[in-house]
């Protein structure tokens, strides 16, 4: 299902029965509201280095496709209510970081996967500091910043991975 949500082309590939369309576009549209009021350079920023945003079952919180220049969502994480909307805003903002380095032609080593990856959360971190109820995001993006290389951008067995989401999903449907 494809809608565009704020200016922003959102395709939603909802495999969970539980999880209803209709929620998922509205935190959507509530998530992109909080970064348009607390963060309007940011979101003109993102309307202009993404061509959309996925929403769908995936192994982590968001991501960024550089050959598609599009963000992921997970789908279960934007319906979560135990989630705010500016956890759910901290992912995007973050990912939408990864489009800004990907749009400024900078060439990615795994070396600076590191230093991208505390430029994301430094983004976060700002975030949580400005948007009110941001507490969570300021705890989650401090701990992270004082990790290690590897701890902070660690290799990912996407396989092994994408196992975890599917029995996840199996659990949840024999529920």
């Known amino acids: 299902?494809?809608?565009s949500v704020r200016g922003i082309d959102v395709l939603l590939e909802n495999t969970r029965p539980d999880i209803s369309d209709d929620d998922v576009f509205a935190r959507l549209d509530a998530v992109l509201a909080l970064?348009?009021?607390y963060a309007p350079a940011k979101?003109?920023?993102l309307r202009k280095d993404i061509a959309g945003i996925?929403?769908?079952r995936f192994a982590c919180?968001?991501?960024f496709f550089s050959e598609t220049r599009r963000?992921?969502?997970e789908l279960t994480f934007v319906v979560n209510r135990d989630f705010s909307l500016a956890e759910i805003a901290s992912s995007i903002l973050h990912e939408g970081v990864h489009?800004?380095?990907h749009a400024a032609g900078v060439f990615r080593t795994p070396a600076s996967l590191a230093k991208e990856e505390r430029l994301c959360r430094a983004t976060?971190?700002?975030w949580g500091r400005t948007v009110p109820n941001g507490e969570r995001v300021v705890e989650r993006a401090s701990a992270l910043l004082t990790m290690s290389d590897e701890e902070v951008a660690p290799v990912v067995d996407w396989r092994v991975a994408a196992q975890r989401v599917a029995e996840a999903d199996r659990r949840a449907r024999e529920e």
């Open 1 to 3: 299902m494809r809608r």
């Open 35 to 37: 970064i348009e009021q």
């Open 43 to 45: 979101m003109r920023r």
């Open 54 to 56: 996925d929403v769908k």
């Open 61 to 63: 919180r968001g991501a």
């Open 71 to 73: 963000i992921l969502c």
């Open 99 to 101: 489009a800004r380095v």
């Open 124 to 126: 976060e971190l700002w």
